[in-house]
């Protein structure tokens, strides 16, 4: 099945005092890949939350990825997120299995994009499109670039940066596959709110 639809990313501080009620609640309206990304090195409370987490996906029947960390993904059995500096592909598909989701970060670059899927990436990810409350400092990508990855690429295509209900008509419209958000899915003010946010991301997805 191909994987199309909204990938919500959690941020501890963001979500802090309110972490599992506004995760339920994006399931709740509908995720398709779950991202924990927490960039601490805490990590027992990583392998907790990770713990948590990976029982209320499964209960919403959605796919938990781990970011940064493969060895954590291979301990709980679920999918992880490599950025350009987390480590090698290939050895984290062989530790990970041949059904395991495995997300590449390629920036704006279509090379970066077509090795990935060599190396067994099972989408990528271009990135930012807007401006950033999470990640301010990450390089700029652009629709046409997205446009042009489209023509070029059978993998999924996820897309992150900035992303609201407001903006990502034109990137659906250029060819994403799955809208990765923060800000714009659980910077809301209330469990409520990131549900209806949750089915509007799917809704502009037609999922
Ligand atoms: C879906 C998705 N796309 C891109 C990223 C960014 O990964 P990376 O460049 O490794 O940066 P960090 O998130 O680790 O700070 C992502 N996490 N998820
Ligand atoms: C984690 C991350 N990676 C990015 C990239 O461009 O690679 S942008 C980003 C942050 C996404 O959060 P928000 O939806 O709040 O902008
Ligand atoms: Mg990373």
Redesign the pocket.
């Known amino acids: 099945m191909k994987l199309r639809g909204l990938y919500a990313?959690t941020?501890s501080q963001l979500l802090a005092g309110k972490f599992l009620a506004y995760v339920e609640a994006a399931l709740d309206g509908g995720v398709t890949l779950l991202q924990y990304?927490d960039k601490s090195s805490d990590e027992a409370r990583r392998l907790r939350e990770a713990e948590k987490l990976r029982e209320l996906c499964s209960r919403y029947k959605t796919q938990l990825i781990i970011n940064d960390d493969a060895e954590l993904a291979a301990r709980l059995g679920v999918g992880v997120h490599l950025?350009q500096t987390d480590g090698p592909l290939t050895p984290a598909r062989a530790l990970l299995g041949s059904k395991a989701i495995i997300g590449s970060?390629c920036?704006s670059q279509i090379e970066l994009a077509e090795q990935a899927a060599k190396e067994g990436a099972s989408y990528v990810?271009f990135?930012?499109f807007?401006n950033?409350?999470?990640?301010p400092g990450?390089?700029a990508?652009t629709v046409e670039m997205l446009a042009q990855a489209r023509t070029r690429l059978q993998l999924p295509i996820c897309v992150?940066?900035?992303?609201t209900l407001e903006n990502a008509e034109p990137l659906v419209a250029h060819g994403a596959d799955l809208l990765?958000?923060?800000?714009?899915?659980f910077?809301a003010d209330s469990t409520q709110e990131v549900t209806r946010r949750a089915r509007a991301f799917n809704a502009l997805l037609k999922i």
Request: no cysteine; hydrophobic share 40%.
């Open positions: 990313i941020d990304r950025g970060t920036h990810a990135g930012r807007f950033s409350n999470t990640k990450a390089p990508a992150i940066g900035g992303i990765a958000v923060v800000h714009g899915l910077g």
